[in-house]
């Protein structure tokens, strides 16, 4: 191998070593273990003030319309199951390209070109459940979107993810009459699955494209990318409520859950990353 084969290939070896080669913290650069646990406690604290903000306030938007209460005391039977997911990917390419003309006359119609191209992508995914009964909901109330120091964000740690929109926009109608729904815990509400989801990608992507001129070699003369690095963050978050009991959702809520959880799965194995 001569030295410059030996170059391109030590180049590449160290750009693939920093990006897609090992398993990416969840946290963004520079944090450190302990800003990856800040990160995962922080958006669990803040998911769990949203919703037990919103059913606080449903319960108390209830006593102005009594014709709500009998939805509220049905909800006492509910639960609310929470899938957090936390996917980040990280993703590095390296593919140099390479002119090589013989020492011949300057009219000489022949040259030689090759290339060499090397990627390496990781993919990790964490998954987080959480379950509360609706009932131990109704009196909570803490302040959301609170963000922790340090380089830790998500976008699930906002002021609002618009869950209490989407509670009050199925459950406010009722107590203004517009619509009708059943009130027996045993009958038609047995079955009956409210589902709501949220998710964000953020991705940040580099890339280098440096050109290279010698007696009778040109490396990437027309200027192609060299090597690009990608990260790719998508945070999702899943909120199914139902009928349930102390150890989680029953029925037709379950089903639902396991449904919603799958299907993330798939979209999330599926999904092209940006920059793809």
């Known amino acids: 191998m001569s030295a410059m084969q030996r170059s391109f290939a030590y180049i590449g070896v160290l750009f693939l070593s920093g990006c897609g080669t090992y398993v990416p913290d969840t946290q963004d650069f520079p944090g450190t273990t302990t800003d990856q646990q800040l990160l995962v406690a922080t958006v669990i604290k803040s998911i769990h003030c949203e919703v037990g903000n919103a ?31 936390l996917k980040t990917e990280e993703k590095g390419s390296f593919g140099p390209a390479v ?48 963000q922790p120091p340090g380089p830790v964000s998500s976008p699930l740690i906002q002021k609002s993810l618009k869950f209490r929109d989407y509670l009050f926009n199925v459950m406010l109608p009722v107590g203004t009459h ?33 050109a290279w001129t010698f007696t009778r070699v040109s490396v990437n003369p027309a200027g192609t990318t060299l090597a690009s690095a990608l990260r790719d963050r998508t945070h999702d978050l899943q909120i199914t409520m139902g009928p349930g009991n102390t150890t989680g959702l029953t029925g037709q809520a379950s089903n639902a859950q396991a449904s919603g959880d799958i299907g993330l799965s798939v979209a999330n194995s599926i999904r092209p990353s940006a920059g793809r």
């Open 55 to 85: 059913i606080s306030d449903l319960y108390e938007q209830a006593k102005h319309y009594p014709s709500m209460r009998p939805m509220t005391n049905a909800l006492e039977t509910w639960g609310m199951q929470l899938t957090l997911s």
């Open 99 to 146: 002119v090589w003309s013989p020492p011949s006359p300057a009219t000489a119609l022949f040259s030689l070109s090759g290339g060499l191209s090397a990627s390496a992508d990781a993919i990790r995914t964490d998954k987080i459940y959480f379950y509360y009964l609706v009932k131990d909901l109704k009196h909570y109330r803490c302040e959301t979107g609170i």
């Open 178 to 210: 517009e619509i009708q729904l059943p009130t027996n815990p045993a009958g038609a509400l047995a079955t009956n699955v409210l589902y709501y989801e949220v998710s964000f990608e953020i991705a940040n992507s580099g890339n280098i494209t440096p």
